[in-house]
């Protein structure tokens, strides 16, 4: 893919407010997912694979550790003077408010998408745990001749995902019909939200769009859908779509899988994330760890199994950790127990603290909490 040709755009806020307290401080994309990696790390990995240099990222809201985390870009090799990383503040234009959807996001950057030199637009969220090829997309989009490629999956639709957008497609792969899945259940073709449009037809769309009240990118593929010039591109391999806190823990625990692990991290195609030197996890002669996936930088003397443990995490002696996500820099006492539990950076469960939720119900312990 020509560096100049594809212009990637990724917004990192969409969906915060299905994740609860998760995303109480942090956007969607710096949401911790798999021992090492942020969510953004899978949307601009994907990105740069496919050789897409020149990278716009939409915020919104408590932006800073999303900030922290993609710095300038360097790990995506986005660090440069031409192009590279670009983030867009909410307030992006003059005389405009908070942006009240994706669409109306875009209407928000329309100088910056109008000075691009690039013929087409690729939109992603951060909702999408995956390792996708946009090479693949953009070939499949050219030869279709169709002024929109969406990206689809097939999985189980829960009757209460509402935002998902259900796919109805044609044997020649174009989008027969599009409508949101409230009260929509079992297996379905739906929209992952990324996207491929012709740029000069997304700027008209964005601006025609906003001023008759559509403020969704969904809402516009759904208008496309009835010209019939929408077509429909099926990913290949692992993917979740991760819609509240329940299915990001699931997504998190299928990491144990390595079938998961195989189709997920390509050697070809890698995830990249933010490089931090920390010294390796270290296993005291108490510990005993099964089905696990443990981060540089911990310190492990007791028990844990069937578990997400991030960097620089302490399990003192006799402690039990099961079934859990343990974030960056959090502590747990000696003699505590865990077991369906999701712990946010930098929490301390004191000295025999148990605590325990279901996997349809995890429980979740904020940033900084002292237990």
Request: charged letters at 20%; hydrophobic letters at 40%.
């Amino acid at each position: 893919m020509s560096e100049s040709k594809v212009l990637g755009i990724v917004f990192s806020n969409m969906h915060d407010d299905q994740m609860g307290d998760l995303t109480m401080v942090r956007t969607m994309g710096s949401v911790p997912f798999g021992g090492r990696y942020r969510l953004v790390d899978f949307a601009l990995s994907n990105m740069v694979n496919a050789g897409i240099r020149d990278v716009g990222m939409i915020t919104k809201s408590n932006y800073h550790s999303l900030m922290d985390h993609v710095g300038s870009g360097r790990e995506w090799d986005l660090a440069r003077k031409i192009g590279g990383l670009t983030i867009l503040p909410p307030y992006a234009r003059a005389k405009a408010g908070m942006y009240r959807g994706n669409l109306d996001a875009l209407n928000g950057i329309y100088a910056f998408l109008a000075s691009s030199k690039a013929k087409y637009v690729l939109l992603c969220d951060c909702d999408i745990v995956a390792n996708i090829d946009y090479n693949a997309m953009l070939a499949a989009h050219e030869e279709s001749g169709a002024g929109v490629t969406i990206l689809c999956g097939r999985y189980d639709v829960a009757p209460h995902h509402g935002e998902d957008l259900i796919l109805s497609i044609q044997e020649n792969g174009f989008l027969r019909d599009a409508f949101q899945s409230a009260g929509v259940g079992g297996e379905q073709d739906v929209y992952m939200n990324a996207a491929i449009f012709d740029r000069e037809l997304l700027l008209r769309l964005a601006v025609d769009g906003v001023s008759h009240g559509k403020y969704s990118i969904n809402e516009i593929i759904q208008d496309q859908a009835r010209s019939h010039s929408v077509y429909c591109y099926k990913g290949h391999g692992w993917f979740y779509h991760i819609h509240n806190l329940t299915e990001y823990f699931v997504a998190n625990m299928a990491l144990l899988d390595e079938k998961v692990r195989e189709e997920l991290f390509l050697p070809e195609r890698p995830i990249l994330t933010k490089i931090r030197d920390e010294a390796p996890a270290k296993y005291g002669l108490s510990s005993n760890v099964k089905n696990s996936l443990v981060a540089d930088g911990c310190i492990i003397e007791g028990t844990v199994e069937n578990s997400i443990i991030f960097r620089g995490v302490k399990v003192g002696q006799g402690a039990v950790v099961k079934n859990s996500i343990v974030m960056q820099g959090s502590v747990i006492d000696d003699n505590a127990q865990l077991d369906y539990v999701i712990l946010d950076k930098d929490v301390l469960i004191k000295d025999g603290r148990r605590l325990a939720g279901y996997l349809t119900y995890p429980v979740y312990v904020p940033k900084k909490s002292h237990i």
